[in-house]
């Protein structure tokens, strides 16, 4: 999802403490920022919402790639209200972040040099108008399976932010579904284009959701601790069964000739992406993984005299002032 | 409306509509790259600001022009000789110090302007700029506290800002340059004389230079050609490259 392959952190805490916590958790109750947690509950959120913050960051460029190439005057307007809601998911999530004692520029930092990550699917190129219809309907199409269950997490910030982003995401995702409705009635270069839309990012949004981890320790425990609700294969057959219909109603062929829906499990048979590809994608060599860090690294670096200039004014403001009391 | 008029009421749309479609144009340019995030999401912001204009004037431009063209047509379908904006606002972004004080000369021009025009004796126009300046009020705002900031800040940031101003100068004037156009409206009660305003834009610019501690060049030259059309800046063509492509390369798609 925009936060894949989340370790979970060991813990050491008091065990009276921790079976304490964990009743509250089961209870349903929300945890808030001034409550105990264990370190590694802080720690695996940390690590989750600023993965996720980062993705709606660096998810803004490929979008911005085409903002100065809508076709009209409405899709472009409707396009840079897209990434500014992502600008603004970007917000809340810090902010969420920052509750659990750590700085916007720390996890910016972090992101820079490398050592936190952003979701695999901002590092494909989007390389026709189509592109723009195939994110909003597939990729936020497949954040939102994640994100809906997460307004329920046991984090109270993070819920609360998530309760925001989920309902701005599922007006982007049928946003892109109008592009590619528009796309298929469109002219044949137009059908083109969205069909290849779809070829390239098919794959993509299905690795998503992360590989299989129904074995994994990790999730185990995130999922004890509800900051994680459903395992990665549940999300994405439930993606998949919620997108071929879709698919088969634009008249566009998913590109995977195993997709079949299964009658004796009422849910569609698919083909897995290639994990090997997606473990590139992570190890930094994905399509685009170095113009998109690049281009992080450049905006904040042009950006340093002006946040420089922005803090040193307050302070003049702030010294004048007391002079003049 | 007699044709002579209705030629120059179009003129003048298109001048409004050129001017937010260009400038929203070049602020949207910064999508993802501001320097803070907050600027990212304001950025965004008047961009979309100035698009929603763009929708406001150019569309009543093509229903006055009456030949069947439309907003969209308008915007992604001409040349650059036939685009009416000001040279101040094609001109590329450079850095956030220029596109911010752009924003700020532009802002100070059109608070007073679509206020005026308010009380246009055209219906539409007076409809667009009510809605257009509650935006321009709020852009106003920022970018004439960000131009402040940013003067007074460090010593890098001043002179940056100073570099912006000095750039930015000689393309202030063409805001201000009366031409038949805009005798006809005011003979109209359409629009006031933009000469009008000069006064009180050069007042409310002295403020906030004073403020940023910027000194504004002495010079009272001025290039022109935006307005008019008759000789825009090599950006401008660029500009169109990008922004008409898919319009230019699949004439009569619908999107």
Redesign the interface.
């Known amino acids: 999802m925009y936060a894949q392959m989340i370790k979970s952190e060991a813990t050491e805490d008091d065990p009276e403490k921790l079976a304490a916590f964990q009743a509250r958790i089961d209870a349903g109750e929300k945890i808030e920022p001034k409550d105990w947690m264990p370190e590694g509950y802080r720690k695996t959120l940390i690590r989750q919402i600023g993965q996720h913050a980062h993705s709606e960051i660096v998810g803004q460029l490929p979008e911005g790639n085409w903002i100065t190439r809508a076709p009209t005057l409405e899709r472009k307007a409707n396009l840079l209200a897209k990434v500014q809601d992502e600008a603004g998911h970007g917000l809340y999530l810090y902010c969420a972040a920052e509750t659990l004692g750590v700085s916007r520029d720390d996890l910016t930092e972090q992101l820079l040099s490398g050592r936190m990550k952003y979701s695999s699917i901002f590092n494909y190129p989007t390389l026709t108008w189509a592109d723009m219809g195939a994110v909003g309907w597939l990729v936020d199409g497949a954040a939102i399976m994640n994100q809906v269950p997460l307004q329920r997490t046991s984090y109270g910030p993070y819920a609360r932010a998530m309760v925001r982003i989920c309902k701005e995401e599922s007006f982007h995702q049928r946003q892109g579904f109008h592009i590619m409705m528009a796309m298929v009635n469109g002219t044949p270069e137009q059908k083109r284009m969205a069909q290849d839309a779809l070829n390239r990012f098919w794959y993509p949004a299905l690795m998503m959701f992360g590989p299989s981890d129904k074995d994994s320790v990790h999730s185990a425990q995130s999922m004890k601790w509800r900051i994680k609700m459903n395992t990665n294969d549940e999300l994405r057959q439930k993606f998949v069964d919620e997108t071929a219909p879709q698919a088969a109603y634009l008249g566009l062929t998913i590109p995977d000739e195993a997709l079949t829906l299964n009658e004796d499990t009422g849910h569609y048979d698919f083909t897995q992406p290639d994990w090997s590809e997606f473990h590139d994608v992570l190890a930094d060599n994905g399509p685009c993984n170095v113009e998109r860090m690049s281009a992080r690294q450049k905006a904040w670096d042009d950006g340093a005299w002006v946040r420089d200039a922005m803090v040193a004014h307050a302070e003049k403001k702030r010294a004048r002032k007391v002079a003049a009391e | 409306m007699d044709q002579t008029l209705k030629d120059h009421l179009v003129a003048f749309l298109l001048r409004q509509g050129d001017n937010t479609?260009v400038l929203g144009?070049r602020t949207?340019?910064w999508?993802?790259?501001?320097?803070?995030?907050?600027?990212?999401?304001a950025l965004?912001?008047t961009?979309?600001d100035l698009?929603?204009q763009?929708?406001l004037w150019?569309g009543y431009a093509a229903e006055v022009e009456g030949t069947g063209r439309t907003?969209?047509d308008l915007?992604?379908r001409r040349d650059a000789y036939d685009f009416k904006n000001l040279l101040m606002l094609e001109v590329p972004n450079e850095?956030?110090?220029r596109t911010i004080l752009r924003q700020f000369f532009f802002d100070a021009f059109q608070v007073p302007w679509l206020d005026a025009l308010q009380g246009s004796t055209d219906e539409r126009v007076a409809g667009i700029a009510a809605k257009s300046l509650k935006e321009a009020l709020y852009h106003l705002d920022r970018s004439s506290e960000t131009v402040?900031?940013?003067g007074?800040?460090?010593e890098?940031?001043n002179s940056?800002m100073q570099a912006a101003l000095d750039y930015l100068w000689p393309y202030t004037g063409e805001m201000f340059a009366d031409d038949a156009t805009d005798a006809a409206m005011s003979g109209a009660g359409i629009a006031p004389l933009p000469s009008t305003l000069h006064t009180g834009w050069r007042g409310k610019v002295a403020e906030v230079m004073t403020s940023a501690t910027l000194t504004t060049p002495d010079s009272t030259f001025s290039h022109k050609g935006g307005r008019t059309g008759t000789r825009h800046t090599e950006h401008l063509g660029h500009m169109l490259a990008?922004?008409q492509?898919?319009?230019r390369s699949?004439p009569?798609?619908?999107?």
């Open positions: 479609l144009h949207s340019e999508c993802g790259t501001a320097p803070a995030l907050e600027e990212d999401i965004a912001n961009a979309l698009i929603g763009t929708q150019l907003a969209n915007a992604f850095d956030f110090g402040i900031a940013l007074d800040g460090t890098v940031s940056r990008t922004m492509v898919l319009q699949h009569g798609a619908a999107w």
